[in-house]
């Protein structure tokens, strides 16, 4: 039995598994790039705020995210003595490790921003919108793309993780299809196959951009 036969033979159950999965990464990239924008900013222009995310960010890079989402689909709901859907604890989960991850890196952008930027567009006579909208804006958003993609690329990996608290995503099909035929190699080598024609042109995309944008600030 080859891939092929057996992409043709359990498509209903990949497809499936493959929508369970995108839509488990439409909420971790939705919620992990809006909110971790949003709260990089803050950090960035609070010392306060600053700190929360730069060691938040700092434990959730520590603390693999499969312990993490373990502890509060178990031990949490035993704790708090309520009974959560797994697809519920992986989204919160990793959409949060996505969250500051991503707000790390925004304020870490921000936050080293040159100043003589802002003060030649005051010279010019721009506004502060004007500054951000033409100036800050663009430089950052291209600085920052290649980075907050190449993460997003790593929290479709981890997604993988949330099968093992019984989230029917795209993995899990794949080894409950190999317990029924135990054809290992093909199954996850068409499994591979769909994460490389996924992951490999963000990947390279990214690689791209930051070639062709990214920048030391600190060059003249």
């Known amino acids: 039995m080859t891939v092929l036969d057996i992409l043709i033979t359990y498509h209903?159950?990949?497809?499936q598994g493959l929508a369970v999965t995108?839509?488990?990464c439409a909420v971790i990239w939705s919620v992990g790039i809006a909110g971790?924008?949003?709260l990089g900013i803050a950090g960035a222009q609070s010392k306060g705020w600053g700190?929360?995310?730069q060691w938040t960010s700092f434990g959730f890079s520590a603390i693999p995210a499969l312990v993490i989402l373990f502890w509060l689909h178990y031990p949490a709901q035993a704790v708090f003595n309520v009974v959560i859907d797994p697809f519920y604890t992986a989204a919160f989960t990793l959409a949060l490790v996505n969250l500051f991850g991503v707000g790390e890196v925004v304020r870490q952008a921000v936050s080293d921003f040159?100043?003589?930027?802002?003060?030649?567009?005051?010279?010019c006579?721009?506004?502060?919108?004007?500054?951000?909208?033409?100036?800050?804006?663009p430089i950052l958003f291209r600085q920052l793309l290649p980075s907050i993609l190449i993460l997003q690329v790593g929290m479709l990996h981890a997604s993988l993780f949330a099968s093992l608290i019984s989230v029917e995503e795209i993995f899990r099909v794949a080894q409950r299809i190999n317990s029924i035929?135990?054809?290992p190699i093909e199954i996850y080598t068409a499994l591979a196959l769909f994460f490389l024609a996924v992951c490999l042109p963000i990947n390279l995309f990214a690689a791209w951009l930051k070639k062709r944008y990214t920048r030391d600030y600190s060059e003249r």
Not at 114 to 122: E, F, V
């Open 51 to 53: 700190r929360v995310v």
């Open 125 to 137: 006579g721009m506004t502060t919108r004007q500054i951000v909208r033409h100036v800050q804006l």
């Open 114 to 123: 040159p100043a003589q930027y802002l003060t030649a567009g005051r010279v």
């Open 22 to 24: 995108l839509q488990l």
């Open 181 to 183: 035929i135990y054809r």
């Open 12 to 15: 209903i159950a990949f497809l």
């Open 36 to 38: 971790g924008i949003a």
